[in-house]
């Protein structure tokens, strides 16, 4: 077994990507992935001592992210004011 998922596209993609791997897939540093992991946001697992994220745990966080802005675009353009607290899982919005 390669550790690597086909994908429809005939490419493969690593099942399990490093704590900086996987900030670097998503364009943000490695102190706040590692918030993000420590909060649940993203969801890890341990081998043995090293801390990995799932290839599925990133693709589920975007879409998190993406319905999420989406949601907050419709109440907003619906002339809702914006939303206290409708960060992530309780985190403050993003500015």
């Known amino acids: 077994m390669t550790g690597r998922a086909e994908q429809e596209t005939g490419t493969t993609e690593p099942l399990l ?46 879409g998190r992210l993406v319905l999420q802005q989406r949601t907050e675009t419709t109440l907003m353009d619906e002339g809702h004011g914006p939303i206290a607290g409708a960060g992530p899982r309780g985190s403050p919005p993003a500015k």
Request: glycine letters at 10%; charged letters at 25%; aromatic letters at 8%.
């Open 17 to 62: 990507y490093s704590v900086e791997e996987a900030a670097a897939i998503l364009g943000i540093g490695r102190t706040f992935m590692f918030r993000l992991v420590g909060t649940g946001e993203i969801e890890s697992c341990k081998i043995g001592k090293l801390r990995k994220i799932t290839s599925a745990a990133i693709h589920d966080y975007i």
